[in-house]
């Protein structure tokens, strides 16, 4: 067992905690601008929840490769640290600078960061794998 890892999982933990109290600014508290519409009540912040949405989803797509890489060698742990550690906070950006509109049409279609909460974790465990397999097989050569 590496101790990076383990620390790793430690923050992932923290993030995960931090990013379900950001997702739900309303219930919990955190909501400065409330609005009211008969019976239900609603929070017009919209960068908070997008934002704790975000930290949410990497950390779920996350959490398989630090169980994963806890038995592989470390230089392949650091690795795919490094790759972690630029693409995240990349993927994090681009999810909350991203315009919250849809298609326009008449058809429901997701909106730019509805689509990127998809697209990029997908893109971040394809790249992950990728970084594994490769550094992985590099190693044993």
């Given amino acids: ?10 923050a992932l933990v923290f993030l995960s905690l931090i990013g379900g109290i950001m ?3 309303l219930e919990l508290g955190f909501c400065t601008n409330v609005y009211q519409f008969g019976d239900s009540q609603g929070c017009l912040d919209h ?8 930290i949410l989803i990497f950390s779920a797509s996350i959490f398989p490769f630090l169980l994963i890489l806890r038995f592989f060698d470390r230089q392949l742990f650091l690795s795919w640290v490094r790759f972690t550690a630029v693409s995240l906070p990349i993927a994090i950006l681009l999810i ?6 849809d298609g326009g049409s008449w058809l429901p279609s997701p909106s730019s ?6 697209l990029l974790p997908a893109l971040y465990i ?3 794998v990728i970084i594994i397999a490769y550094k992985s097989w ?3 050569r």
């Fill in 113 to 118: 960061q509805e689509a990127l909460m998809i």
């Fill in 96 to 101: 909350v600078v991203a315009p919250d509109t």
């Fill in 47 to 54: 960068f908070v929840p997008t934002l704790g949405h975000a």
């Fill in 1 to 10: 067992m590496n101790i990076s890892t383990n620390w790793g999982l430690i």
């Fill in 23 to 25: 997702s739900y600014p």
């Fill in 138 to 140: 590099r190693l044993r």
């Fill in 126 to 128: 394809l790249a992950s």
